[in-house]
């Protein structure tokens, strides 16, 4: 039995290897760093966040879920933004210009990571991110603490501005 337990944890590590989930799995209650310049040119580095509630959203302009997301992601953002909440956006668009105006057009006024790879984003490679809309939270202390920040995102919200 315990020959199965090993071979399996070999198994699940070798397969989260090559789907790009170890350093996910492995990151997980430590505080992150993430540092890009955004589309307005704006410096993001996640540790300037601490002591914030960050939602980092991957999404595109061509994913029907991700736009029917955005009206929710706003509306979350200016709810919470006062209280601490901040939105960090990951575009897999290949097209800058359709996505600078889409996040105009829809007052997504956070900074956005585009770099134009579509897929390959370096920051949705780091977290596996294999379908999107994908959100995660991070909280004050810059630590991951969720994949699954859709489900009730207000409610989750919430409870991460009232700890400590």
């Known amino acids: ?8 944890q070999v198994v699940f590590v070798a397969g989260a290897i090559l789907f ?3 350093g996910l799995m492995t990151s997980r209650g430590e505080p992150q760093n993430m540092t890009f310049t955004a589309t307005d ?3 993001v580095d996640l540790t300037q966040y601490r002591g914030k509630v960050v939602l980092l959203d991957f999404w595109a302009t061509w994913c029907g879920p991700c736009r029917e997301e955005v009206p929710n992601v706003v509306a979350a953002f200016h ?3 006062d209280q601490g909440l901040e939105v960090i956006g ?7 210009g359709t996505m600078t105006q889409f ?8 900074p956005q990571n585009f770099d ?5 984003n370096a920051l949705a490679r ?29 409610g989750q919200i919430a409870v991460l501005l009232r700890e400590p």
């Open 79 to 81: 709810r919470f933004h």
């Open 126 to 154: 780091h977290y596996g991110v294999r379908a999107i809309p994908a959100m995660y939270f991070f909280d004050k202390k810059g630590r991951l603490v969720t994949r699954d920040a859709r489900e009730d995102l207000q």
């Open 90 to 96: 990951v575009s897999l668009d290949r097209d800058l």
């Open 20 to 22: 790009g989930l170890y």
């Open 103 to 110: 996040t105009a057009d829809n007052g997504m006024t956070w």
């Open 1 to 8: 039995m315990k020959q199965i337990i090993v071979f399996l």
């Open 41 to 43: 040119g704006t410096a």
């Open 116 to 120: 134009g790879q579509g897929w390959d």
